[in-house]
């Protein structure tokens, strides 16, 4: 069974103090607390905006040996099918102290809900695949039409991992589907705020904070990519108040009863 690595979405968030940083806690120091309780992290600032080499290189000083990092693409290179050689260029050339380290062990690449399942798409994820070479690239859709056997069947073709989600039960959206397309298996947790998801309730989409039970539901599940895989990795998305870090660590302790290693 392979060992599972749990942790949060990001780490650099106001609202985290006081729910999980101390109170106090300047943002300078976030990173520095972050890392005594979780032994990696998925940036999911990258998204917004393109990172930079000497950014990453603060963040890999401040983590001891063996932390993990997994990075999420830039918006341009999911949302608008970029293919400009000089942005894929630039973003591998910020990476590169996080892979100096060895730190760097992943690719996230979330598609938004019009990705659909299509020619044009399946070829946007070659692309991706190759301009992106060596580092694991992992891949997250919210349309449920790519919960099929033809989908899966072409990640695995294309040593692309699938990542499994939770997030609301709503008509058109992904279901809570186990599986690996990969040796590492990727888990993702966005909270199940209905009301939010599509905007209409004015509030925060990922803010929501999972009962002991709702996490329960998952605990077979992860077992069964641990099983399967040679990594597993867990992140919690609903950032909102701290929510994803309380949850985390109340995953931590569930998949430790049950033997789970770490």
Not at 32 to 61: C, K, L, Q, W
Not at 69 to 86: C, E, G, P, Y
Not at 153 to 178: K, T
């Amino acid at each position: 069974m392979s060992q599972v690595l749990i942790g949060t979405s990001g780490y650099s968030f106001p609202d985290w103090v006081g729910p999980f940083y101390p109170k106090g806690t300047p943002r300078t120091a976030m990173l520095d607390h972050y890392v005594t309780r979780f032994p990696g992290v998925e940036i999911n600032s990258t998204y917004y905006r393109m990172p930079a080499a000497d950014t990453f290189a603060r963040m890999e000083s401040r983590t001891p040996p063996g932390f993990e990092f997994v990075v999420k693409l830039f918006q341009d290179m999911t949302h608008r099918n970029s293919r400009d050689a000089a942005l894929y260029r630039d973003f591998r050339a910020a990476l590169a102290p996080l892979e100096r380290a060895g730190k760097l062990h992943g690719l996230l690449a979330q598609f938004p809900w019009g990705f659909r399942l299509n020619p044009a798409s399946l070829d946007h994820l070659y692309f991706l695949r190759e301009a992106l070479p060596e580092v694991p690239l992992f891949v997250e859709f919210r349309r449920a039409e790519w919960d099929c056997p033809e989908s899966f069947d072409f990640l695995r073709a294309h040593g692309i991992g699938y990542c499994c989600v939770d997030e609301p039960a709503l008509p058109g959206l992904m279901p809570p589907r186990v599986a690996t397309t990969t040796d590492v298996a990727y888990v993702r947790f966005h909270g199940r705020n209905r009301e939010n998801w599509w905007g209409q309730g004015g509030g925060d989409r990922y803010d929501y904070d999972y009962s002991e039970g709702e996490l329960r539901e998952w605990v077979q599940k992860i077992r069964e990519l641990a099983e399967r895989a040679r990594r597993t990795y867990v992140f919690f998305n609903n950032c909102h108040a701290g929510h994803a870090a309380a949850n985390a660590m109340l995953m931590k302790g569930l998949l430790e009863r049950e033997g789970l290693p770490f």
